[in-house]
């Protein structure tokens, strides 16, 4: 047996495990749905009550924003189709 006949065999059996893993999950979850703790439900509403909405900025042009690594901003339109952004 070669080197990639192994890597082969071990790949198709991770792949295999893998598969068996996805299926016994998929089974649990349809059968019996996550029940939450008695008291999330309310501090869940507590905790949104408690945030005030962030101020929004008054722009006339409605820029992207995306921010690169370096912490420059994208100039051009909110919801521009272009794939790349400008930034300044």
């Known amino acids: 047996m070669s080197k990639m006949d192994g890597l082969r065999a071990m790949r198709e059996a991770r792949h295999a495990e893998m598969q068996k893993r996805a299926g016994a999950a998929t089974k ?22 408690a945030v005030a909405p962030a101020p929004v900025a008054a722009e006339t042009d409605e820029l992207c924003g995306h921010r690169n690594m370096s912490g420059r901003s994208c100039t051009r339109e909110r919801g521009h189709a272009a794939k790349s952004h400008r930034y300044s």
């Open 28 to 49: 649990k979850s349809a059968a019996q749905p996550p029940v939450a703790p008695a008291g999330a439900a309310k501090r869940r509403v507590a905790k949104t009550a």
